[in-house]
């Protein structure tokens, strides 16, 4: 008897237009004008064709996306043994070709970072996709000539070069200069080693990698590709 009285009730209450009642628009709970700030309109919640602003992912900025994290590094001759078995060096031009050997321990890892400094002071650089021949410079570079800068280059496959990025877990860490990262990067260089959806900080050298990763061990990391973010010199 008491669930039939509910629904008789119920519609009775359905077949009236309320809004007319109460002076608000036609499919309005509301008024427009009644609502608290910081509280969402219970029009805003029981309509489905609204859009969802909410952000509940915790990120800073939008269009973040994750990728992995690795870091490169000019490889140092003088942390490599001298003896053991040399390897000619193959140059890519001959204005600049260096003529010399090598170890072949220091020359895997000069073919796997794409820079090197012989013990003489003198740096070598890869100038072909896959890094297998090599010219002296005045410092490290990328795929584009350019000279590489120390936490602000970064190599990536699937970004354009000059490309700002906005590393977000970076931002805040303390470098081994005392310097403070503000998270902003650029795509700087490529890689033959690694495919999309991932990018390689240049630390400039190894002992700088070592130093971060105590600080900063994170594989995976969320950018913002495309960033307004502000570009910082940091020292090496």
């Given at each position: 008897m008491l669930l039939i009285y509910f629904f008789t009730i119920l519609n009775i209450y359905s077949s009236l237009d309320i809004s007319k009642l109460v002076g608000l628009k036609p499919g309005k709970l509301f008024d427009d004008d009644d609502y608290m700030p910081g509280f969402p309109l219970l029009d805003d919640i029981f309509n489905p064709s609204l859009p969802n602003n909410n952000n509940?992912?915790?990120?800073?900025?939008?269009?973040?996306?994750?990728?992995?994290?690795?870091?490169?590094?000019?490889?140092?001759?003088?942390?490599?043994?001298?003896?053991?078995?040399?390897?000619?060096?193959?140059?890519?031009?001959?204005?600049?070709?260096?003529?010399?050997?090598?170890?072949?321990?220091?020359?895997?890892?000069?073919?796997?970072?794409?820079?090197?400094?012989?013990?003489?002071?003198?740096?070598?650089?890869?100038?072909?996709?896959?890094?297998?021949?090599?010219?002296?410079?005045?410092?490290?570079?990328?795929?584009?000539?350019?000279?590489?800068?120390?936490?602000?280059?970064?190599?990536?496959?699937?970004?354009?070069?000059?490309?700002?990025?906005?590393?977000?877990?970076?931002?805040?860490?303390?470098?081994?200069?005392?310097?403070?990262?503000?998270?902003c990067a650029r795509v700087d260089d490529t890689s033959y080693s690694f495919g999309n959806n991932h990018i390689d900080l240049f630390s400039f050298y190894k002992t700088n990698y070592e130093t971060i990763q105590k600080r900063f061990s994170k594989e995976q990391v969320n950018i913002q590709v495309g960033s307004n973010c502000k570009l910082l010199k940091y020292t090496k």
């Amino acid at each position: 008897m008491l669930l039939i009285y509910f629904f008789t009730i119920l519609n009775i209450y359905s077949s009236l237009d309320i809004s007319k009642l109460v002076g608000l628009k036609p499919g309005k709970l509301f008024d427009d004008d009644d609502y608290m700030p910081g509280f969402p309109l219970l029009d805003d919640i029981f309509n489905p064709s609204l859009p969802n602003n909410n952000n509940n992912d915790g990120n800073k900025g939008s269009g973040l996306k994750k990728v992995k994290l690795t870091y490169y590094w000019i490889t140092r001759e003088s942390e490599f043994p001298s003896g053991g078995e040399q390897v000619n060096v193959k140059a890519c031009s001959q204005n600049r070709a260096f003529s010399g050997t090598i170890s072949k321990k220091f020359y895997q890892s000069l073919h796997l970072e794409g820079s090197g400094e012989l013990k003489n002071g003198i740096i070598l650089n890869c100038f072909n996709d896959d890094c297998t021949c090599f010219d002296k410079v005045d410092g490290p570079m990328g795929t584009w000539h350019n000279i590489l800068e120390p936490y602000i280059s970064v190599a990536a496959n699937d970004m354009p070069h000059g490309t700002l990025i906005y590393i977000k877990e970076l931002d805040g860490v303390k470098l081994p200069s005392g310097q403070i990262h503000n998270g902003c990067a650029r795509v700087d260089d490529t890689s033959y080693s690694f495919g999309n959806n991932h990018i390689d900080l240049f630390s400039f050298y190894k002992t700088n990698y070592e130093t971060i990763q105590k600080r900063f061990s994170k594989e995976q990391v969320n950018i913002q590709v495309g960033s307004n973010c502000k570009l910082l010199k940091y020292t090496k």
